[in-house]
């Protein structure tokens, strides 16, 4: 296939052409650069396979020949990145997602729109499927973020019933691993960061909230799987193993070796209190699962991170 992905040179983006490209497909990569960095994809510049545009999908999606699929993964994904950008977050996930959709559907094109838990919101449903509608602000500071996936999904889902736009929904859960920005504001590269450099680990509240955590390859592979075999309707892809913080950090502790102190700090506005995927409908229809363990995946992304040091 010829695929598009948009947001290419972001973290998750950057390991889905990977994949694509070792799956023998073509890739024509769209960034940027206002998350994502060139040096995600530059090994990747020899390859004839593979073509990296500069373009803001938000303004325009200029492709030209054949397209078979369109991934959609443009858009500042960590609280960091879209408190400093509420409105280029909220562009990229209206405009952006309609120009996105639009190519799809003038080259007859299979569409996937990289959407996320926190379409949940604050849950009062635990674990979260896909048939729970969410709570969430739409006023918050977390909205920027949150309503611009929602209303990405809603646009989605009127080009496939109104249009019959081949498309698909991937739900991504908490991603980490190498290729991470060291100061992206996520909590996994925040305390391997923090302990790295001997300083304290940022914990906020009193640490009891909850995530679940996924590997970045198991994430790349259930996104592949509903690409090539899933359905219109949401799925959600993450991990349903469920760590507290304070878990979290002690086992970062270990690994790094590091004696960092925790230091609590006010718990910020609309932040969830638990995130679990329920994981049932990408188990039945996708036959997928994750497959690494949080040590084994916080072992390489220390690695990576010590590397880059």
Same mark, same amino acid.
């Given at each position: 296939?010829? =695929? *598009?992905?948009? $947001?290419?040179?972001?973290?998750?983006? +950057?390991?889905?052409?990977?994949?694509?490209?070792?799956?023998?497909?073509?890739? &024509?990569? @769209?960034?940027?650069?206002?998350?994502?960095?060139?040096?995600?994809?530059?090994?990747?510049?020899? %390859?004839?396979?593979?073509?990296? =545009?500069?373009?803001?999908?938000?303004?325009?999606?200029?492709?030209? $020949?054949?397209?078979?699929? *369109?991934?959609?993964?443009? +858009?500042?994904?960590?609280?960091?990145?879209?408190?400093?950008?509420?409105?280029?977050?909220?562009? =990229?996930?209206?405009?952006?997602?309609?120009?996105? /959709?639009?190519?799809?559907?003038?080259?007859?094109?299979?569409?996937?729109?990289?959407?996320?838990?926190? @379409?949940?919101?604050?849950?009062?449903?635990?674990?979260?499927?896909?048939? #729970?509608?969410?709570?969430?602000?739409? @006023?918050?500071?977390?909205?920027?973020?949150?309503?611009?996936?929602?209303?990405?999904?809603?646009?989605?889902?009127?080009?496939?019933?109104?249009?019959?736009?081949?498309?698909?929904? &991937?739900?991504?859960?908490?991603?980490?691993?190498?290729?991470?920005?060291?100061?992206?504001?996520? *909590?996994?590269?925040?305390?391997? *960061?923090?302990?790295?450099?001997?300083?304290?680990?940022? /914990? #906020?509240?009193?640490?009891?909230?909850?995530?679940?955590?996924? #590997? &970045? +390859?198991?994430?790349?592979?259930?996104?592949?799987? /509903?690409?090539?075999?899933?359905?219109?309707?949401?799925?959600?892809?993450?991990?349903?193993?469920?760590?507290?913080?304070?878990?979290?950090?002690?086992?970062?502790?270990?690994?790094?070796?590091?004696? +960092?102190?925790?230091?609590?700090?006010?718990?910020?506005?609309?932040?969830?209190?638990?995130?679990?995927? %329920?994981?049932?409908?990408?188990?039945?229809?996708?036959?997928?699962?994750?497959?690494?363990?949080?040590?084994?995946?916080?072992?390489?992304?220390?690695?990576?991170?010590?590397?880059?040091?």
């Amino acid at each position: 296939m010829r =695929v *598009v992905v948009t $947001g290419a040179a972001g973290f998750v983006g +950057s390991h889905l052409c990977d994949r694509l490209l070792a799956d023998g497909h073509t890739v &024509v990569g @769209v960034d940027n650069f206002l998350t994502g960095t060139p040096a995600n994809v530059a090994h990747l510049a020899g %390859d004839p396979r593979f073509t990296l =545009v500069e373009q803001d999908v938000s303004r325009a999606l200029p492709v030209d $020949g054949p397209v078979d699929a *369109v991934l959609h993964f443009a +858009s500042p994904a960590s609280p960091v990145d879209y408190l400093a950008h509420p409105i280029a977050t909220l562009d =990229v996930g209206s405009s952006g997602t309609r120009h996105a /959709l639009e190519l799809a559907g003038d080259r007859g094109a299979r569409f996937l729109l990289a959407s996320t838990s926190e @379409v949940y919101g604050d849950p009062l449903v635990h674990p979260q499927p896909e048939t #729970y509608w969410g709570h969430v602000s739409s @006023v918050g500071p977390r909205s920027v973020y949150d309503e611009a996936k929602r209303f990405a999904e809603a646009l989605t889902m009127a080009h496939h019933r109104t249009l019959g736009v081949d498309t698909r929904i &991937v739900r991504i859960f908490n991603t980490y691993g190498p290729r991470m920005r060291p100061h992206d504001g996520r *909590v996994v590269s925040n305390f391997i *960061v923090q302990a790295l450099r001997g300083e304290p680990l940022t /914990l #906020y509240g009193d640490g009891s909230q909850t995530r679940s955590f996924c #590997y &970045v +390859s198991d994430t790349v592979d259930g996104i592949v799987r /509903l690409l090539a075999c899933g359905d219109a309707q949401p799925t959600n892809v993450g991990s349903d193993g469920e760590f507290t913080m304070r878990e979290l950090a002690a086992l970062v502790l270990e690994l790094t070796g590091a004696r +960092s102190p925790l230091e609590h700090r006010p718990l910020p506005q609309d932040d969830p209190k638990q995130r679990r995927p %329920d994981l049932t409908r990408a188990r039945t229809t996708l036959g997928w699962s994750p497959l690494v363990p949080l040590r084994d995946g916080l072992t390489r992304t220390i690695a990576h991170f010590r590397a880059q040091r």
